[in-house]
T-cell receptor, first 114, second 113 residues
Framework: AQSVTQLDSQVPVFEEAPVELRCNYS??????LFWYVQYPNQGLQLLLK??????LVESINGFEAEFNKSQTSFHLRKPSVHISDTAEYFC????????????FGQGTELSVKP | ETGVTQTPRHLVMGMTNKKSLKCEQH?????MYWYKQSAKKPLELMFV???????ENNSVPSRFSPECPNSSHLFLHLHTLQPEDSALYLC????????????FGQGTRLTVV
């Protein structure tokens, strides 16, 4: 069975510092990988996704994630965070037969302090 | 119009009430989903509909009854709920093929009293 583990439930960081949110998954088949972000009192928004091809994927607001098949990881990074990045971040996998059928990690609460 | 719209945003209901959650998508997708987000727990997939047909029910209690009259609308009918059913219920839609990601609504915050 698939599972997703986000290793940190909370990550406090100062503004303009770099951050890494860790995600590991387990699956016996090929997967597609996603990072979603949830701002307070909002639904989930897709941040970035890995389907195939280049293992490094980037979002429009400076986040990037690298798919590492050997380590079964898909960590999310940003070199310099802003206050507005404060949110909960969810890593998710789909088994490949339907992109909307997702297994989520527990979420990481990113708190950016001035 | 936002892509996926859920109403109401907040709902408080008693354990003997009957209520319904509504979801509408304007993205031309053919798959729709209900997810449950409880405090301190990962999001859980509840139901999947493809082309209006239910294709997955993840052992959801029968007090939750989904309905999908067409590819743009999805309902979740609620009756005789328990306090532990209090959660954020999220609707999502996608193309049914594997390479297409899900788009989520803003959710309905349900409190059962």
């Amino acid at each position: 069975a698939q599972s997703v583990t986000q290793l940190d439930s909370q990550v406090p960081v100062f503004e303009e510092a770099p951050v890494e949110l860790r995600c590991n998954y387990s699956s016996s088949v090929s997967v597609y990988l996603f990072w979603y972000v949830q701002y307070p009192n909002q639904g989930l928004q897709l941040l970035l996704k890995y389907l195939s091809g280049s293992t490094l994927v980037e979002s429009i607001n400076g986040f990037e994630a690298e798919f590492n098949k050997s380590q079964t990881s898909f960590h999310l990074r940003k070199p310099s965070v802003h206050i507005s990045d404060t949110a909960e971040y969810f890593c998710a996998v789909s088994e490949g037969n339907q992109g909307g059928k997702l297994i989520f990690g527990q979420g990481t609460e990113l708190s950016v302090k001035p | 119009e936002t892509g996926v719209t859920q109403t109401p945003r907040h709902l408080v209901m008693g354990m003997t009430n009957k209520k319904s959650l509504k979801c509408e998508q304007h993205l031309g997708h053919n798959a729709m989903y209900w997810y449950k987000q409880s405090a301190k727990k990962p999001l859980e997939l509840m139901f999947v509909y493809n082309f209006k047909e239910q294709t997955e029910n993840n052992s959801v209690p029968s007090r939750f009854s989904p309905e999908c009259p067409n590819s743009s609308h999805l309902f979740l009918h609620l009756h005789t709920l328990q306090p532990e059913d209090s959660a954020l219920y999220l609707c999502a839609s996608s193309q049914e093929r594997s390479r297409f990601e899900a788009f989520f609504g803003q959710g309905t915050r349900l409190t059962v009293v």
